[in-house]
């Protein structure tokens, strides 16, 4: 049993390591409300917030433009990205997102 066990936790490892995981920060048509998450399927993730499919803040506050994201390793790296970004202030997200894109264009046209 300890060797199906060890060629499980294998597996999980194999299948987390081949995912990829974002972190992004979605903002409104006027960029007055912004709003960062964690995926591992960017494109899906995306379309649901644009699509009004996702429950809340994103629906309520109409963000819809992929405006930043960047790749991690694990999700636990994402995850952890995405809790420094939230902690900070409104005009550093700001100058984080300026950093790859200065005008605020929707990148979900080039996914």
């Known amino acids: 049993m300890k060797n199906l066990a060890g060629d499980r936790r294998a597996t999980r490892v194999n299948i987390m390591t081949d995912?990829?995981?974002?972190t992004y920060i979605m903002a409104n048509k006027r960029?007055?409300?912004?709003?960062?998450?964690v995926t591992n399927d960017l494109i899906k993730?995306?379309?649901?917030?644009k699509n009004k499919l996702v429950e809340g803040f994103t629906k309520r506050y109409n963000i819809n433009k992929l405006v930043y994201y960047e790749v991690a390793e694990n999700p636990y790296e994402a995850i952890k990205r995405e809790k420094e970004?939230?902690?900070w202030i409104r005009?550093?997200?700001?100058?984080?997102?300026?950093?790859?894109?200065?005008?605020?264009?929707?990148?979900?046209?080039?996914l």
């Open 45 to 49: 993730r995306v379309w649901q917030h």
């Open 19 to 22: 995912k990829q995981f974002y």
């Open 91 to 110: 005009k550093k997200k700001i100058d984080l997102i300026k950093t790859k894109n200065p005008t605020f264009k929707d990148l979900s046209d080039e």
């Open 31 to 37: 960029h007055t409300t912004i709003y960062t998450g």
């Open 85 to 87: 970004i939230k902690g």
